[in-house]
C-alpha cells in the first residue's frame, strides 16, 4: 500500500483555497478577488497565508500596488492551476453520467454552415438530450479545430482536415455547391448550369469553395472572397458574375433580392462535413448518438447526401 507524502497542512487546504489564491493572481489585487470570490479582504488575505503555510513558500510580493508572485510563486501557481483544471476534469467526469456532454455541448460551427443547419437541430436537441445545453461558437474550420485542440470547445462541425494528435472525427454528410448569379446574368433562370458555361473570370467565392478545388486552372478564376454569404449575395448583386454557394443556404439566398440560384450540372461538387471532438473526451457515446442525429437531419434535407457512418480514431 502506497502511503501518502502530502504533509498534514497541505492536506487541509482545500479546492476554494486554491480557487482564492488563483484569484488574486488573477486580479493582481487582495480587494478585487475578494469582491470576485465573495469574501472579505481580510478572510482572503488569511486563506492565501494558510495556502503559503502549507507549500512553505511565499506566493506573492505584497506591498505593492499591484501584487505580483514570486519567482517560486509563479511555478506553484501554474501547479494549482493545473490542481484545478484537474478537478474541473474530475467534476465533468462524475457528471458526464447524469446529463449528455455534462450539462452543456460547446460545438463549434463554420459561418458558413451554422445560420442553415442549426435552426432544424435547436428543436431535436433537448428532445435527445434532456437537460443538456448546445452553446454554439462560429468561426473559420482551422480555428475553431484548434480551440477543440485546447479545451476551449467540445465537438466542432467543419470540412476534412488534417490529421492531429488527439482529435477524433465521424463522417457526416456531403452538402453540394450551387450557383448564384445575380438575376440579369444570361443563364438566370435556369434550373441547372456547367461551370463550362461561366466565364472563370466573373466568379465570386468564398474561400472554402476556392481551395475545394473548383476554380478554374490557370490566373483569371475571379475573386476569392472571405466573407458571410449574404456578403457573399450582395457582392454577386453588385458585380454580376455568379458564386458558389452551400446547398443548405438555399432557402435563405433565394430570399434575398436581385439574385437566381440553380444546380450545378456534371459531378457533384461540394464539402463534406465531419464531427470533431477529442478522443479523451468523457463524453463519448453522446458525441457518437450527437453524430448520428446530425446524419438523421441531413437525410430530411434535400440534396444533402450521408456518408458512411465509420468513426475515424485519434492518431497517436
Known amino acids: 500500500m502506497q502511503h501518502s507524502m502530502i504533509s498534514m497542512g497541505l492536506a487541509a487546504v482545500s ?6 489564491v488563483q484569484a488574486v493572481h488573477r486580479h493582481g489585487s487582495f480587494n478585487s478577488a475578494a469582491r470576485a470570490m465573495h469574501i472579505s ?26 501584487i505580483v508572485p514570486t519567482a517560486g510563486g509563479q511555478r506553484l501557481l501554474q501547479q494549482i492551476d493545473a490542481v484545478l483544471a484537474s478537478a474541473e476534469h474530475l467534476q465533468q ?8 456532454f455534462g450539462g452543456e455541448l460547446r460545438l463549434g460551427v463554420p459561418a458558413s454552415l451554422g445560420p442553415y443547419l ?9 428532445q435527445h438530450f434532456p437537460g443538456a445545453r448546445l452553446g454554439i461558437s ?60 461561366l466565364d ?22 475571379g475573386h476569392v472572397q472571405d466573407v ?48 470533431y471532438w477529442r478522443d479523451a473526451s468523457p463524453w463519448h457515446d453522446d458525441l457518437q448518438a450527437f453524430a448520428e442525429l446530425l446524419r438523421k437531419l441531413a437525410r430530411q434535407r434535400p440534396g444533402l447526401r450521408v456518408m458512411g457512418a465509420k468513426a475515424k480514431a485519434a492518431s497517436a
Open 138 to 197: 462560429e468561426g473559420k474550420p482551422r480555428g475553431l479545430l484548434r480551440r477543440l485542440s485546447e479545451g476551449e470547445l467540445d465537438a466542432v462541425l467543419a470540412p476534412p482536415a488534417a490529421t492531429v494528435s488527439g482529435i477524433a472525427s465521424r463522417p457526416l454528410f456531403f452538402e453540394p455547391w450551387e450557383l448564384m448569379l445575380r438575376a440579369d446574368h444570361p443563364l438566370a433562370g435556369q434550373d441547372s448550369i456547367a461551370l463550362d458555361q
Open 93 to 100: 467526469v462524475a457528471r458526464a453520467g447524469e446529463v449528455a
Open 118 to 126: 442549426l435552426p432544424h437541430l435547436i428543436a431535436p436537441f433537448p
Open 15 to 20: 479546492l476554494r483555497d486554491l480557487a482564492l
Open 41 to 66: 479582504p481580510s478572510g482572503l488575505s488569511h486563506q492565501v497565508q494558510k495556502v503559503e503555510q502549507a507549500l512553505g513558500a511565499p506566493l506573492f510580493e505584497r506591498g505593492g500596488r499591484k
Open 228 to 275: 458571410s454569404l449574404e456578403s457573399l449575395a450582395a457582392l454577386v448583386s453588385l458585380r454580376g458574375g455568379y458564386a458558389l454557394v452551400p446547398a443548405l443556404a438555399h432557402e435563405r439566398l433565394a430570399s434575398m433580392p436581385n439574385v437566381a440560384l440553380a444546380r450545378l450540372k456534371g459531378p457533384a461538387s461540394g464539402r463534406e462535413i465531419a464531427l
Open 200 to 221: 472563370p473570370a466573373e466568379a465570386t467565392l468564398m474561400a472554402e469553395s476556392h481551395a475545394d478545388g473548383l476554380h478554374c486552372e490557370g490566373n483569371e478564376h
